[in-house]
Structures are given as C-alpha cells and as structure tokens.
C-alpha cells in the first residue's frame, strides 16, 4: 500500500479510496446542520475546504509468534492542494521506498524511532505549510475523531497533533481497514 502512495497515478485514486463518512454515518458524531459542518469532522472524512484530510487506516503487519497476522495503524494527514503527505506508522520501510517517498516529497515517520518526536513535527509543518498554525487544533482533533485514548484526559494535557500520534495508547475508533481482497458482507 504505501509503495502505491509513491507513485503519482496512483497516490491521488488510492488516498480518495481511504476516507469515507463512518463518522457521520455513525451518529455518534452530528454531521452539521444548516450547512454548518465542524471541520475537523470534514478533515476526518475528507471534505474540508481547506484541502487537509486526516485519516486512520489499519494494515496488516508481520505474524506474532504464534503466527497470527498483526494490526497497525497507519495515520496520515494529506495536503491535497500541495499534494503533499504525511504517513506515521510503527516501523521502519525499505531504503528503497524511502528514497520513493523522498522524490514524490511525501513524510514517512517510524513512530517508534529515536527521532520521531522531531520528525513527526517536521512532517506536520512540512504537509501543512502555512495552514500550521490556523489548522493545528482542527487536525489534532480530526485525528481524535479517528482515534481514542485509553483513558479520559483535560485537552491541554494531550498536547498537538504531533504529540498526539506519539501516544502509546491511541487506539483506532471505527477502523477503516485496507485488505487485500474485499471483505463479502455477511448476511444477517
């Protein structure tokens, strides 16, 4: 999935394919009223005016030792009027990749690396641009629309969005999963 990200043709057709309205679906969040639509909600399901979406989507990973395949998520914040994207995920890629993501200037941090505090905020700034400072607290809480703490905490003790994703106990709410195939829906 993320050498696809790499390549230009693909990245536009395959990050549309990551959002969808689960959210409002959900009814756990309002939708908006009146035309009135909160945006971070529109960053989470991809329809801002300000061309940010910020989405989670969960992947498969290695096996446990028990040969179990494992989840991760995979936390993305795409500027689509730059085209410019950030991915965070927990591991490192391939040199080869990482050179793809370089020429296609798109963000992979390894959230569990030495440096990934500086290289998320990096990322952050680098996607963002000039909308940083405007869209930061909209981003951080598209992002916790997608995701949830383990436990209930005062705003300020979260922190930005950067410090956010660094979170060990952020957990995807509604997941969006990417398989392989496509999952037949059981009958009722």
């Excluded at 009146?34 to 979406?53: C, F, T, Y």
């Excluded at 030495?114 to 680098?126: H, M, W």
């Excluded at 909308?131 to 995701?147: D, G, I």
């Amino acid at each position: 999935m993320l050498a696809t990200l790499a390549t230009p043709g693909l990245r536009q057709h395959n990050l549309t394919r990551l959002w969808n309205t689960a959210l409002s679906d959900s009814g756990v969040v309002n939708p908006g009223q009146d035309g009135m639509v909160d945006e971070s909600l529109a960053m989470a399901e991809n329809r801002s005016e300000s061309g940010i979406a910020v989405t989670t989507v969960m992947v498969r990973s290695d096996h446990d030792n028990k040969g179990q395949a494992k989840e991760q998520s995979l936390q993305l914040v795409w500027n689509k009027a730059l085209d410019r994207l950030l991915v965070a995920g927990q591991g490192q890629i391939s040199k080869s990749l990482k050179r793809s993501f370089d020429e296609a200037r798109l963000v992979y941090v390894d959230l569990t690396a030495e440096r990934a505090e500086k290289e998320i905020q990096s990322g952050f700034d680098f996607v963002l641009s000039s909308q940083m400072k405007t869209l930061s607290y909209q981003v951080k809480e598209a992002f916790l629309m997608r995701n949830r703490l383990d436990k209930a905490e005062d705003e300020s003790e979260i922190g930005n969005a950067a410090a956010l994703l660094l979170r060990k106990d952020l957990k995807c709410y509604l997941p969006h999963y990417i398989t392989e195939q496509a999952v037949k829906p059981k009958a009722a």
